[in-house]
Structures are given as C-alpha cells and as structure tokens.
C-alpha cells in the first residue's frame, strides 16, 4: 500500500501535463528533427530551389517590374514614379489599333505591328506544319538516304535567326541573289522580284525564310508520330480499299493531334521571337508591312526612350505568347502529362 494516499506516480505540473509526458516530447524532438532533415523534400532542396529563386527574381521578377514600368510615363530621363499608376499606355494602344485599323482612320504602326504578328503567327504556323507533314509523310514511306535527307530537313533549324538573315537577305538580293539569277538564267527574268523590297511582298519573304528553317522541326515531331502508329492500321486500310490519301486524311492524320499541337506550340512561339531575323535582314525599321510587335517595342524602348510604352507593348506581346502556351500547358496538366 502506497503511502501517498493514492497518487500518481508521475509528478503532476502546474500546465496540466506530467513529468514523464514532458521528457517524451523533448526527447522526440531530435527524432523529428532527423526525420525532416532525412526528407526528400529537404534532401532535394539544393537542386531545385536555387534554380527557382534565380528564376523567380530575374524572370518572373522582372516581368511584374515590366507591368509597373507599363502603368507609369517613365521617359528614361528620371527614376520611374510610381505614385501615380494607371492603364493609359494599354488604352492608348488598343485605341491607335481600332482607330487605325478597324474603322476608317489611316493605319497606325500599333495596328500594322498587331496584324503583322498575328499573320505571321498564324500562316507561318500553318505553313510550316503543313510542309512539316508532307515531308514526314514522304520520309517515312522507306525511302533510300533516309537518315540523309531527314539530317538535311532539320538542318536549317540549327542556324540561328542572324545566320538565317544574313543567308537569305542575299538570296533575295535582286541584283545578285540566287533566287532573280536562277530565274535569268533558265529564262524567266519577268519573274524577277524586288522580295524584301516590295511592300506586298516583304512580309511573305520573311515567312518563306522562316518556313524554309523551321519546317524540319514540324517533320520530325510528325515523323515520330507517324512511326508510333502500328503498321496493322495501314494495312487494314488497304484492305477495306481506302486509296493513300483518304488513308492518311481519315486514319492517319487524325491520329496525329497530339503531334501537332506540340509542334504548334513551339513554332508559334518562334514567331513570336522572330525579331533578330527582321533586326538582321531590315534594321529597326522594316515599314508597315513587315513591322511586328517586338520591332516596335524595341524603337519606343531604346530608339524614343519610351520606356512605359515599350513595357506596354512587351506586355501585349507577353500575352500573346501566354495565350499560346497556357492552353498547351493546361492539356497537358488534364492528361496527367506535367
């Protein structure tokens, strides 16, 4: 019998709690510590979260400082005020657009920059996968040296946009270019052009260049996804008497949606970024018919010194390329793909 008149045998505390429940906790603590220190997600922390801090400062970062820039009058000449924040630069953009463009006004540079980078962000596209396709379809039907020509095709995605300029403002020189001297010399001189001086012209040369660069990317995404479809398909197409091409545009090419939005993507963004090509080939000022966005934003930015209405601009054109890939990457995140 215990002489304590019933009591516990672990000291009571003033909190409520016990002696022995106190030394557990304190003595777990450690244990919790290693476990949390053996994590993955600690473990893994060196990898990732540099890489994400650097991203989110110098990326991310500087795109929301781009949008502040955008909603003051900074000129360049001063430090940026930010007391005063509004979207006057974005209503002036939008307003020199519809007035110079879809009502009877003259035509604005806003306007020709936006209709300039939507033609060449929606024909190039186009474009390119559609002569991807049909060089993959060409490819793939066993030919000889086809390792050969598909090296060749995909060549020219390997130059950079100076390289491609330099290449092709000299094709396309018309004293000199090969494209008029071929065209002498096999007697079609009439058809001789001035391409990148003609404004009708000037905008087709450019998407033909970048046609001629790109077009090897659409081939090969086409290409492994045409080796992807079993040959069984192909057969019992044959046999239900289905001729080559209502094979590939009933059975084959819808099989391929996955293959073009992929491709589209990454074309559509490189017509985004096809500033240095027209930099190159026209300098700052290509004219109407061969302005884009990124050309604009460039002269307001560092030819006027127009630093908020260059960042007003940068943000149309930001938009614009997360109006491409958003969609892409929300697809992708449905199908448990990212």
């Known amino acids: 019998m215990r002489t304590d008149g019933g009591a516990d045998d672990a000291a009571v505390r003033t909190d409520g709690g016990t002696a022995t429940e106190s030394a557990g906790a304190t003595a777990d603590r450690p244990g919790r510590a290693r476990r949390l220190l053996d994590s993955e997600f600690v473990q893994s922390l060196p990898f990732w979260l540099p890489a994400t801090l650097l991203v989110g400062l110098f990326v991310y970062g500087a795109i929301g400082w781009n949008f502040l820039i955008s909603l003051t009058d900074w000129s360049g000449l001063r430090q940026p005020e930010y007391s005063n924040l509004?979207?006057?630069?974005?209503?002036?953009?939008?307003?020199?657009?519809?007035?110079?463009?879809?009502?009877?006004?003259?035509?604005?540079?806003?306007?020709?920059?936006?209709?300039?980078?939507?033609?060449?962000?929606?024909?190039?596209?186009?474009?390119?996968?559609?002569?991807?396709?049909?060089?993959?379809?060409?490819?793939?039907?066993?030919?000889r040296l086809e390792n050969t020509f598909r090296t060749i095709y995909l060549l020219p995605m390997s130059l950079s946009f100076v390289v491609t300029a330099i290449f092709w403002a000299w094709m396309y020189n018309p004293t000199s270019g090969l494209i008029n001297e071929s065209l002498r010399f096999v007697g079609l001189g009439s058809f001789t052009q001035q391409w990148i001086s003609d404004p009708q012209l000037k905008l087709f040369a450019v998407m033909f260049a970048l046609i001629w660069q790109f077009s090897g990317y659409a081939m090969v995404v086409y290409l492994a996804g045409l080796r992807a479809i079993p040959d069984a398909q192909y057969e019992a197409a044959k046999v239900d008497g289905a001729g080559l091409l209502k094979m590939y545009w009933r059975i084959i090419v819808p099989q391929l949606r996955a293959s073009t939005t992929s491709a589209a993507v990454v074309l559509m963004v490189f017509a985004l970024k096809a500033f240095d090509f027209l930099f190159v080939m026209f300098g700052t000022r290509p004219g109407p018919s061969a302005d884009i966005l990124a050309m604009m934003m460039y002269r307001e930015s560092f030819g006027t010194t127009n630093w908020a209405y260059g960042s007003a601009i940068a943000m149309v054109l930001f938009l614009l390329a997360l109006g491409v890939i958003a969609p892409y990457l929300y697809v992708q995140f449905k199908r448990g793909d990212l």
């Open 86 to 143: 509004d979207f006057d630069l974005y209503g002036r953009f939008f307003n020199s657009v519809w007035q110079g463009g879809l009502l009877s006004g003259p035509h604005t540079q806003e306007y020709w920059a936006l209709r300039n980078t939507l033609v060449l962000l929606v024909v190039f596209t186009v474009s390119a996968l559609v002569v991807g396709l049909l060089l993959a379809i060409l490819v793939d039907r066993n030919i």
